[in-house]
């Protein structure tokens, strides 16, 4: 079974610009989410989908960040204008559902530092 | 508001011996907790779970604790293994009416002295 891809796998960008991350989900797996990891710390939800309607954004910065996922299978990351606190490792993750324990598999992530 | 805490930033442990990590959490509703392990430049891999009904997981070398009167769990590694030396994660399950969100603890790295 092939993993979650994420691209790119670095990203290096001066403040205010804009940087967009990609995510293809394990296939089958309806729930995808972003997760914002900043150095020493656990990952943080930004946004989960459920096919492609969006199930929870509370924690999304939506001034500067937004996410889609057309058609229900890879998704979007977008940041725009960037902040120095923006630097982090984006992780995508996906799972089937989201009953039990609700597995999540993460992709390698992708890290984004902001000059 | 931190709901998922891991007060040990970091554990080293010889070989053979055990590992023992701990996690505190604050709400009550969370239906099951899982650990992830995670190596530098990957992304977290799941290793155990538990639901909040248990008291004891076990698979293989990992046994996950559960306290729910105390609000804590621990995961158990022993033999512990030089291939073990990673991040540890802790996470919690909100129920399905807060969207059966993960919500994870900041990280235990261990690291295994051969």
């Known amino acids: 079974e092939a993993g979650v891809a994420q691209s790119p796998r670095y990203k290096i960008i001066e403040k205010r610009q804009s940087v967009a991350f990609w995510c293809n989900p394990i296939?089958?797996?309806?729930?995808l989410y972003w997760y914002q990891q900043i150095l020493g710390q656990g990952p943080k939800l930004l946004i989960q989908?459920?096919?492609?309607?969006?199930?929870?954004d509370s924690q999304l910065p939506k001034d500067r960040f937004s996410a889609e996922r057309l058609k229900g299978v890879d998704s979007t990351l977008k940041i725009q204008p960037a902040k120095l606190e923006d630097s982090a490792v984006y992780l995508c993750?996906?799972?089937?559902?989201?009953?039990?324990?609700?597995?999540?598999?993460f992709g390698a992530g992708s890290r984004l530092t902001v000059l | 508001d931190q709901q998922v805490k891991q007060n040990s930033p970091s554990l080293s442990v010889q070989e053979g011996r055990i590992s023992i990590l701990n996690c505190d959490y604050t709400?009550?509703?969370?239906?099951?907790f899982l650990w992830y392990k995670k190596y530098p430049a990957e992304g977290p891999t799941f290793l155990i779970s538990?639901?909040?009904?248990?008291d004891k997981n076990e698979d293989g070398r990992f046994t996950v604790f559960l306290n729910k009167s105390a609000k804590h769990l621990s995961l158990h590694i022993v033999p512990s293994q030089p291939g073990d030396s990673a991040v540890y994660f802790c996470?919690?399950?909100?129920?399905?009416?807060?969207?059966?969100?993960?919500?994870f603890g900041g990280g235990t790295r261990v690291l295994v002295k051969p």
């Open positions: 296939s089958g797996h309806a729930t």
């Open positions: 996470a919690a399950k909100g129920a399905r009416a807060a969207g059966n969100k993960l919500t």
């Open positions: 993750a996906s799972s089937f559902g989201v009953s039990g324990a609700n597995v999540l598999t």
């Open positions: 709400n009550s509703m969370f239906d099951y």
């Open positions: 538990i639901s909040s009904i248990k």
């Open positions: 989908f459920q096919n492609n309607g969006v199930v929870d």
